[in-house]
């Protein structure tokens, strides 16, 4: 199976800052890589799959990066309306594994 | 506008049987592969299972292998799970999600096992 971890677990940041959370998958899986985001009491929403393609209507302060087996999700410009737990997804392979998450304070 | 609504959540004992539902409308679902995906309260996300267009594959994470069943019914746009042998372990938000890759989610419904 695929281990996929992210880091830093959680960060704290202030409006108008730009923050990386990086994502490493434990084996080589292109860019089968997408990224959520979500906020308490919500379902996940996609923000960017294989890697880095933006999904409509997501602000272009978000951006992804990375293949093989480091990603990186960066947030521009941060807003409040930012502040919400950060997960990456490997859907190279079976059984599909997200990373353990990433909580964005603002 | 994509939907994705289950149903079929609650309260039931340990050892017992539960069976979600997803009602899916606004794509052509059979030809989607469909996903379930769970979240224990206040911890991170768990895919637990997936099938394909017309559910002769079907895939498992290990911790429900043998004790869940994922299905589909491309006639009536819906997707299923048959969860047995529950444990407190299962209790979760259990999303339906559209694909394999994941990239519409419905709000979610909650199972909660306890005796």
């Known amino acids: 199976d695929i281990q996929m971890t992210q880091s830093p677990s959680s960060l704290s940041a202030s409006v108008g800052d730009r923050v990386t959370i990086t994502c490493r998958a434990s084996?080589?899986?292109?860019?089968?890589l997408n990224w959520y985001q979500q906020k308490p009491g919500k379902a996940p929403k996609r923000l960017i799959c294989v890697a880095s393609t933006l999904e409509s209507g997501v602000p272009s302060r978000f951006s992804g990066s990375g293949s093989g087996t480091e990603f990186t999700l960066t947030i521009n410009s941060l807003q409040p309306e930012d502040s919400a737990t950060y997960y990456c997804?490997?859907?190279?392979?079976?059984?599909?594994?997200f990373g353990p998450g990433t909580k964005v304070d603002i | 506008e994509v939907q994705l609504v289950e149903s079929g959540g609650g309260l039931v004992q340990p050892g017992g049987s539960l069976r979600l539902s997803c009602a899916a409308s606004?794509?052509?679902?059979?030809?989607?592969?469909m996903t379930w995906v769970r979240q224990a309260p206040g911890k991170g996300l768990e895919w637990v299972a997936t099938?394909?267009?017309?559910?002769?594959?079907?895939f498992y994470v290990d911790s429900v292998k043998g004790r869940f069943t994922i299905s589909r019914d491309n006639a009536r746009n819906s997707l299923f799970l048959q969860m047995n042998s529950l444990g407190v372990e299962d209790t979760a938000v259990y999303y339906c999600v559209r694909y394999a890759t994941m990239d519409i989610w419905g709000q979610g419904t909650l199972i909660t096992v306890s005796s």
């Open positions: 606004g794509f052509t679902f059979s030809i989607s592969w």
């Open positions: 084996q080589g899986i292109r860019n089968d």
């Open positions: 099938i394909n267009l017309d559910g002769s594959d079907k």
């Open positions: 997804l490997q859907n190279n392979s079976f059984p599909r594994t």
